[in-house]
Nanobody, 122 residues
Framework: QLQLVESGGGLVQPGGSLRLSCGAS????????IGWFRQAPGKEREGVSC????????YYADSVKGRFTISRDNAKNTVYLQMKSLNPEDTAIYYC???????????????WGQGTQVTVSS
């Protein structure tokens, strides 16, 4: 079964950190760019960060630049999103998705994970 599985979400205080993981099974994630997206209650899904298939290029939404870092380990078939200095505006369900090219576009995502909840609250 071809799937992406996110993990690492949870409840964290403002200013805290989390690391999300996106594991691929049933296919080789290294053939694809991978994006992280998020959707807050009542809002549209938005792109957060993406990484090229080799890991050589990374892109970030302005709202997370300098705070989030995307990386990948193709030997482990896994992509990570390290999140620091979290604030309540980062609260959302975070999804990873495969992309044919590294672009922060929901429309270009081809396969989605089920999502992991991140809640930033004191």
């Amino acid at each position: 079964q071809l799937q992406l599985v996110e993990s690492g979400g949870g409840l964290v205080q403002p200013g805290g950190s989390l690391r999300l993981s996106c594991g691929a099974s049933g296919f080789t994630a290294g053939y694809y760019a991978i994006g992280w997206f998020r959707q807050a209650p009542g809002k549209e899904r938005e792109g957060v960060s993406c990484i090229s298939s080799s890991g050589g290029s990374t892109y970030y939404a302005d709202s997370v630049k300098g705070r989030f870092t995307i990386s990948r380990d193709n030997a482990k078939n896994t992509v990570y999103l390290q999140m620091k200095s979290l604030n309540p505006e980062d609260t959302a369900i975070y999804y990873c998705a495969t992309l044919w090219r590294p672009i922060l576009s929901v429309a270009e995502a081809t396969r989605w994970g089920q999502g992991t909840q991140v809640t930033v609250s004191s």
